[in-house]
Every structure is written in structure tokens, then in C-alpha cells.
């Protein structure tokens, strides 16, 4: 943390391949206002001098996940990350590694979203008509919700993926994000898509080039746990392997209860919006 | 599959070497204090206690077990260092060949030696 500044020079890393085929830095000054995050400094410079400035931002909250930099050596989102709050100044801003570039602080994610995709991150159950039209809702326990409740938290902003020095040399590795999320679902209790996953993790995309530096974690601007996600991943994989673990059965429809009354000053729910 | 079970069998590997090495530095450097193994002399290596130990079947199988593990731990992970080295499709066939037939020729070898010492000590 350091004292609030009068002004902060903001060094950006820009690139625009049709413009300047080679990244350069540029140096701004700008009027430090207390509270300001790096995505405030960012719109001032883009409001009074860079109109052609780009990166993606969204939320302003850290939810969407948009706004993931490399912000001082460190992942970090732009919206969550005070000026204040960083070790040092200048603040110097690239583009998240280990992602090819778009265009200035605009990393291109879709390998990342390739291989999220390629892990099945949704339910898998056999019981399509339900899944469609329900009738009551899976039954889980506070303690089956434990097992993946903090994976779930997970926003795919790519910080882990750009902090990952396994992802940084090896492509075929599918890196933090998707492999955490392959393992949210598997220990979801209302999934029965262990073996279906289990097809593309058992490959080399799989966990197993994974050396546990932990950097996933430090990075993760939402306290999630990728390094742990990743392990529990092998050993589930190993002890499967063995035969010493298959998945247990999802689990069943509970109906919707019928007895409780909807209190009086409790508006009734909207209509369905979504087509039947 | 074959990464999980490339895995799999590298975790059990290490394991196997947990316990035989465990082994093999307890008779190395406590048999002073624990003295199963040495019957000739108290210090491991002397010729009395070699040739007593490799006239047992327990000890040709732990150190053939020993060396085999031992090999697929080291040049599994050496093939890992390898291909974190970003090598194309062709090399990295090339390297597990390479890895395999040195694994299986070390083991081989090894694996005679340890036969020969064993049926070498049973003459004496």
C-alpha cells in the first residue's frame, strides 16, 4: 500500500497490429482522485487524450471478469485494483500473458474458452426431460454444496490462466480456469458427467502437467482455490484409474413442496419469460 | 487415458521407492543400531554382508522392483522436463521412444546384474 499521490503516471503497454505491428509503452500523467482504481486512471486517459485506447471492462464491481491485466507484474482485474493498493508507481499496465494480443490491453481468450468448452463445464444427467421441464429441484445438502461452492465463484477472467507457468510453455495444457471448472461440476452431487470429462482429462489436456507453484490461487481476484481444484482433479482421476472411485449416482428430484403457503406480502413470481 | 495412467503409475512408483529406499538407507546407515541384515559384520559393506544379502531372494526382488520404479519415476519426469521444452508432434514420438528403449535397456541390464550377483553369491 502507498500514500495517496497528487498525480500517477500510468504506463501502458499499447499495440494495434494494423497501426504498429511492435507493442510499445506510453506514459501518461494524470490527476489522482481518492479511491481511483486502475480502470478510472484507464477512462481518464481514454476521456482526455487516448480516444483509441482498448480493453475490455464491464461490471466496475468484479463480477463480469472483463477487465483482467497485468497490472505491476501481477494479474489483477483493473476495477478491483486501487491505485493505492498497489506497491508501488508508476502503475504500469500490459495486456494479460500468456494470451496472444488483440489489440492494446485486449488479450484474445479464446483458447481459453476452447478448452472451458471442451471440458462439458454444465450438468450432466440422463433425465433430459426433467432437466427441460422440472418438476421439483435436485435435492443437495449443505455439505454436498461445500465440496464445489468456492470453484463456482470463479468469474473467467484469465488472471489464473496468465499467471499459470505450465499454460506459459505448454499449449496442449488446458489450463487453471477450465480444469477448475471440470472439477466444479464432478463434485457436484447432481451431476453424472465424471466420465464423460474424465475422456478429455485423462489426455494431455488433463491436470497432470500441473507442478503446484500455486500461482492460480495467488492470482485469483475472487478467492477461488485452482491449485487445490487441480489436485483433488488428480487424485480422482488416479483413484479412478485404480478402480477405486466412480462417481456416485446424481442425485434425485425433490418434489416441490405443496404444503407452504405463499405469506400475503410476498408477491407472486413473475411469469415464465423463457419459451416452453 | 494414457497421461492418467502415465500418472497414476508415477505416483505408485514413488511410493515403491518411498518404501524400498526407506530400505535400503536403513540397512545402509542403522543396521548398527538394528543388525538384521549384516550377520557377518556391523559395518553394510563388507564382503560377508554382501554376499548374504544377495544370496536371498528378497533382496533380488526388492532391488529388481527398486530399479524398475526407480527408472519409470526418473525418465517419466525427465520426459515431462522434455516436453515442457515445447517440442512438435515428432519430437515428442521421438522422445518417448528414445525414453523407452533406454528405460527398458537400463532395466535389462540392471536386472542381469542382479541375477548374476545373486547366482554368483549362492556359489561361494
Redesign the interface.
Known amino acids: 500500500m502507498i500514500p495517496a499521490p497528487t498525480d500517477v503516471i500510468f504506463r501502458i503497454r499499447r499495440f494495434d497490429p494494423l497501426a504498429r505491428p511492435q507493442p510499445a509503452w506510453e506514459e501518461h500523467t494524470i490527476r489522482y482522485a481518492p479511491g481511483m482504481t486502475v480502470l478510472d486512471g484507464l477512462r481518464l486517459i481514454k476521456e482526455t487524450r487516448q480516444p483509441a485506447l482498448a480493453w475490455r471492462s464491464s461490471c466496475r464491481m468484479g463480477v463480469c471478469g472483463s477487465c483482467g491485466m497485468f497490472i505491476n507484474g501481477q494479474p489483477r482485474l483493473a476495477c478491483n485494483t486501487q491505485i493505492t493498493h498497489l506497491d508501488s508507481l508508476p502503475v504500469v499496465v500490459a495486456p494479460l500473458p500468456n494470451f496472444a494480443i488483440i489489440r492494446d490491453l485486449v488479450p484474445d481468450l479464446r483458447p481459453m474458452f476452447d478448452a472451458h468448452v471442451a471440458l462439458h463445464p454444465y450438468l450432466i444427467r440422463d433425465d433430459a426431460a426433467e432437466m427441460a421441464e422440472p418438476t421439483g429441484e435436485y435435492y443437495q445438502s449443505p455439505e454436498q454444496l461445500e465440496h464445489f461452492l468456492q470453484f463456482s465463484y470463479c468469474i473467467k477472467c484469465g488472471c489464473c490462466m496468465a499467471a499459470c507457468p505450465t499454460y506459459a510453455t505448454d499449449p496442449a495444457y488446458s489450463g487453471p480456469m477450465p480444469l477448475t471448472q471440470a472439477h466444479r461440476y464432478n463434485a457436484d452431487s447432481r451431476d453424472g458427467g465424471f466420465v464423460e470429462r474424465k475422456a478429455v482429462l485423462s489426455g494431455e489436456q488433463g491436470p497432470w502437467k500441473c507442478h503446484y507453484a500455486g500461482e492460480c490461487s495467488r492470482a485469483c481476484p475472487k478467492g477461488v482455490d485452482p491449485a487445490r481444484a487441480i489436485q483433488l482433479m488428480k487424485r480422482q482421476l488416479v483413484f479412478a484409474y485404480l478402480r477405486l472411485y466412480a462417481q456416485p449416482c446424481p442425485s434425485k428430484v425433490v418434489p416441490k413442496p405443496t404444503e407452504i403457503k405463499r405469506r400475503a406480502d410476498v408477491p407472486e413470481a413473475p411469469a415464465r419469460t423463457i419459451a416452453r | 487415458?494414457?497421461?492418467?495412467?502415465?500418472?497414476?503409475w508415477h505416483?505408485l512408483a514413488g511410493v515403491v521407492i518411498a518404501v524400498l529406499l526407506g530400505l535400503h538407507m536403513t540397512i545402509m546407515h542403522l543396521d548398527v543400531l538394528v543388525g538384521i541384515f549384516n550377520p557377518a559384520d556391523p559395518h553394510p559393506i563388507e564382503w560377508g554382508n554382501v554376499v548374504a544379502r544377495a544370496r536371498q531372494g528378497f533382496f533380488l526382488v526388492s532391488y529388481v522392483v527398486l530399479l524398475g520404479a526407480a527408472l519409470f519415476h526418473g525418465l517419466y519426469g525427465l520426459r515431462?522436463i522434455l516436453?515442457?521444452?515445447?517440442p512438435g508432434a515428432g519430437a515428442k514420438r521421438a522422445v518417448n521412444a528414445l525414453l523407452t528403449a533406454g528405460g527398458v535397456a537400463m532395466f535389462a541390464f540392471g536386472a542381469l546384474a542382479a541375477w548374476a550377483a545373486s547366482t554368483l553369491a549362492r556359489t561361494l
Open positions: 487415458m494414457r497421461d492418467q495412467a502415465l500418472w497414476t505416483v515431462n516436453f515442457e521444452l515445447g
